[in-house]
């Protein structure tokens, strides 16, 4: 069963990630070490990693990467980190037998199917939670952080970070991150890989230090007291990715209004095309002006806040109280239209205001919001906005040629002609997509009957529909301030599998598959 | 404003149209005469539609037709039918000002946007209705037997019947057949397609006297004694044309167990590419057991079958009271199982029970099955079995390119190679129709929210997807012995034009509107 894919070369690569992964729980290691909370959960899982990370990599010392090996690396790299993601949470749950004691015993994430679901939330940046209780009381501040770093790390990719910091990764770096975000377009900022893997990190790294640093800033001045460097930075590593977990279990609802003002030029920016931000850098702002894409996101945010602002202003959802005076009544809504679009456009999934409970024209109109996506290279998850436009450009073609036989006519984008094998691939991409999300829905409810659970129609569809698009949180109970908790562990698992190949563009993983398939 | 057409050829087409359309009235005329009831609403309606007809046709006496022309006069014939169609309905519930009192006073269809729109869902074989009180007391047998044969006579697509009947229209019949039913295969049954048109009515004319006779003889042996000729003739023109208008309120469920049974295999067969029961009338089984399409709409249809038997079986369906004997209860679950399966799938929309009253995780199995569709070249309606099966395997090959760039692999159905513009059609009709869909149930949810109507979210999705897909029924208050008489007006006319462009599965509607804006 080789696949045709030199396994060892695969497998010594994804160990180099996990090696690498184990650093990343310095992190959290410090966050317990300035709270005086228990480190021997940060210390064994850093250990644990780092030894199996290596171990992996004594498989291959010198990997060749092919288009196969690549796909698996990619594909695998991700369910490494999610799997090893859980060690945290496992500890911190159950103990070590003879050992430890737990540290937060009777957690919920002391489930693996738990465990593997949040971890796997949290690296793809979906944000969709089991956790029981959300609070650094229960889970200590150091797990609650680790939660928040696995958004941050998966935002700009694993495979990108990978190649930034690992020169020798470059020889195939184009074509690995291609498959890790096969958006139709990959912009080389530069003409060597590891540059443009690097000046995308910094931008998104500069974007999370100006976000602390605002937030942070914010309550230095008094202007709200509860945003201390802890919880500035734990949004920080959910805002920039896209992410949506919060250590608050109101999440951005627990903070003022200027804080949530605040939060939504980035949740907007986190939504677009972080080549456009290099251009920006280098002085060539016309290059954002001009790009088709972000006019389409930026137009579609205007038009969705517009009326949205006028649904809630209207009454439609009944939690917000917008009597009250007018001024108060109109920034609320516009407040909580501004937030609730730009988070949920490009599938952040924060909320302000438990929009489970809007009514029902308003819940639709947000289902509708939660199928756009961002912009191909930012960190939003989704269709994607492009694919959108060269879908309705195709369509708009298909109509012209059936009124007009016989002529030939090339799809553009901003003035390009856009090639028809990519039309052909962002078409099939759309569609797997579709049929992919209304399968799973059916599925969880047909799940849900097998064990006599009462799954609402639209709370399967938003469940698969917010799974796949690494959005988040969905609608009824599985809304921004419930959780997924009380699904069964096999529909938790089917949502392990979409938010997987939901940020990996669904591509890599299928096409593996059905690579074996078609050879066997 | 003439958008390259020639609109008074195309006009006048559409006058012969209706001019053939004001014959057809004579059978709810005979209706009237044989009850006993007002003939004055059929007399005044047939001198109406003729005197319409033939002074439109007046325009051009020998028009020549285009492509364009041949959209235009595709679309338009549809409309003029659904416009035409209304005269009784208007006629019956106000009457004619100082001239006749109305036959049937305060009837919804008084209205012009109810009668408009119980008039297209007619002729589209829709289905939907918002007749206030479903009875031939109230409205006549006459009109409801126009109701009825509205569906008839636009379940084998109202071009080929002119084709069939006028040989002149038979210069461009294959390219209007094309545009009218534009499936991604019109088999040519013959060289001449004068002939295949005739074929094609034979064969749907056949199996609706079929049926007639099947069922008046279960009245005439005893087994079903409320199946008269009227229901008989009423409900086989509502079977074959998979169109759901019943004269019955509580639909198909008013007859015993023995007549739902036997309506399974017609609606199943209504399903069914026309052209292979022409092979089979000539001998040739093979062609129907080796088409992709057959075998692809039997196994759905059966697996959907025992999945549903499955959920009903479980108590699903509070209403259907499955307790009982083991065998009565089973006999129910399986029969309305394959009756709801059977009338879904492709678009009949009939039903044996309130399934808006089911519970969740049923109607999202329910959702699904409304989305797959007939066959092409039946008269059921929505995607359609062969496209489904086209985007799959287009899908598959971009993976399959995916893990094998450099690698050129056809498209095939049945061994024979897919054509790359047939595929990128299909894919980007299949496309348009799930975004159409989506929008208009956002729109459908805002609507709704303008005026203060509850609409709920499954209810705008399943109304969207039930007017688009010529279902009939939805969810909710749109269910199948519910109406959606409490709409307001510009979703009634918005739902008008999906069940319009639906039928006409979209592209040559929209292919003239794009047309426009690309010459404008
Ligand atoms: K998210
Ligand atoms: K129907």
Known sequence: MSWGVDWRASTSLVGTVVKYLSL??????VVAVV?????????VSIAATAVLGLALEQLDPEPDVGPREALVLVSFAWLAAAAVGTIPYLIAGNGIPFVMAPSAPASTLANPVNALFESTSGFTTTGATVLGEISTDRHSHAVMMWRQLTQWLGGMGIIVLMIAILPELAVNGAQLMQSE???????KLTPKIVETARALWLIYFGFTVLYVAVMYGLQFVGLAENMTLYNAVAHGFSTMPTGGFSPEAASIAAFKPIVQWVAIPFMVAAGINFALFWH???????????DTEFRAYAGATAVLIAVLSALLFRGAA????LGGTTAGATENALRQAAFQIASLLNSTGFATSDFAQWDDHTKIFLLFTMFIGGSAGSTGGGVKVVRWLVVFKAVRRELFTTAN???????????????EDAIRGIMGFTLLYLVLF?????FLGLDSARVGYDLTVLESVSASLAALGNIGPGFGRLGPFGSYLDLPDTSKLLMVFLMWIGRLEIVPVLALFVDRLDRS
């Open 24 to 29: 990343t729980m310095l992190v959290p290691l």
């Open 35 to 43: 709270y005086g909370e228990d480190i021997a959960v940060f210390v």
């Open 181 to 187: 975000a096969p958006g139709p377009e990959l912009q």
């Open 280 to 290: 920006v850098v280098r002085g060539e702002f016309r290059s954002l002006l001009e």
């Open 318 to 321: 009944p939690p917000l109280e």
């Open 405 to 419: 036989p016989n002529t030939v006519r090339p799809v553009r984008l901003a003035g390009q002609v856009v090639d």
């Open 438 to 442: 209304g399968i799973s829905a059916v």
